[in-house]
């Protein structure tokens, strides 16, 4: 399945800028696609941030846990 893709604007430091121009000749490849897979890479390390973060509050009794059958009585199985 092809995906949809949607035009965004975004501001750039001109050091940013320079280095995705210079890295799309390398390339040979659009901005836009080494954008998109930069943010791709950061989503996926966000992920594991995420992860860390909500682990250590679970640690740390920060956070309520719910076992299985806490779920089944709330979606009524």
Do not use: C, W
């Amino acid at each position: 399945m092809i995906e949809k893709h949607i035009r965004i604007n975004i501001t750039l430091p001109k050091s940013l800028e320079q280095e995705l121009t210079s890295v799309s000749k390398e390339l040979n490849d659009k901005k836009s696609h080494i954008i998109a897979r930069a943010l791709n890479l950061y989503f996926d390390e966000l992920d594991t941030l995420i992860a860390d973060n909500r682990y250590k509050k679970y640690k740390e009794g920060k956070t309520k846990t719910y076992t299985l059958a806490d779920l089944d009585k709330v979606i009524g199985q």
